[in-house]
């Protein structure tokens, strides 16, 4: 072999080693993948209520959908609410007559002999107490026996037993054209009523929902008033069952 060409190979060895030494002594740093990680799968809380519901509705002409379509009263939008909801069968009486007051109404139900069956009562009442000018002592006494009424008729469970607010007709059409515009008075003649009402109800344990400030955007918002000018419209009683729906959700539970 050559001087010359020894001195290459020798080069090119050596380089070699150097090289060799330099990877040892900075190895390459292993990468890796992480393993997926999935995170767990979280159920949403889930409820049921009965396969058959009877349902009770309690109250005046806010119950019973005057100047509305017999479908468009809020009792009857809650059944097809929860029938679409749960797939269940709900069975609806209707115990309401406009301009009825709570006298009226404790005669009906006296006079009707129902069964203790009910899975669900809701009560409205004591717009004609105000409306006709009965004293307000009569309501602090036949409001209570109302609800107790209710609850017995909800098999003596008042879980089961729903109350709802007194709608302001203050913020309709027909309260603001009252002679000597009386609106005031009207609506802190409601609250008054339904202060009562709540603090009762909070006190016995009795689920109560206020949907009256829904009515009182009833002159900003004329479609949630129904043609007469007074009562609430299809679309306030909607808004209703959308507010009280998370009561009765409660009220159905198993």
């Given at each position: ?25 900075n ?5 890796t ?12 809380p889930?409820t ?10 309690l ?34 009486k ?62 003596g ?31 802190a ?66």
């Amino acid at each position: 072999m050559k001087p010359h060409f020894k001195q290459i190979v020798t080069v090119i060895f050596s380089v070699f080693l150097m090289s060799c030494s330099a990877e040892e002594n900075n190895p390459k740093p292993v990468t890796t993948t992480p393993p997926v990680v999935n995170p767990p799968v979280v159920t949403p809380p889930t409820t049921s209520i009965p396969n058959t519901v009877n349902y009770l509705a309690l109250g005046d002409s806010y119950t019973i959908g005057q100047s509305v379509c017999e479908t468009c009263r809020f009792p009857e939008q809650l059944k097809s609410s929860l029938r679409a909801m749960y797939s269940s069968t709900i069975s609806l009486k209707i115990i309401a007559t406009t301009g009825w007051t709570t006298s009226n109404l404790i005669s009906s139900i006296d006079s009707q002999k129902l069964e203790n069956n009910y899975d669900l009562v809701t009560l409205l009442i004591g717009v004609n107490n105000q409306y006709q000018h009965k004293s307000f002592s009569v309501y602090e006494k036949e409001f209570p026996e109302l609800v107790n009424k209710a609850i017995m008729l909800a098999k003596g469970d008042r879980k089961n037993v729903v109350v709802i607010s007194i709608p302001d007709y203050a913020y309709t059409p027909y309260g603001k054209s009252l002679a000597g515009d009386q609106s005031n008075k009207i609506s802190a003649e409601i609250t008054q009523y339904n202060n009562f009402a709540e603090n009762y109800c909070n006190t016995n344990q009795v689920a109560f929902v206020s949907i009256t400030e829904i009515t009182r955007e009833g002159l900003n918002s004329p479609n949630l008033v129904a043609s007469d000018g007074l009562h609430p419209s299809e679309l306030a009683y909607k808004m209703f069952v959308d507010k009280m729906m998370p009561k009765i959700k409660i009220a159905l539970q198993d």
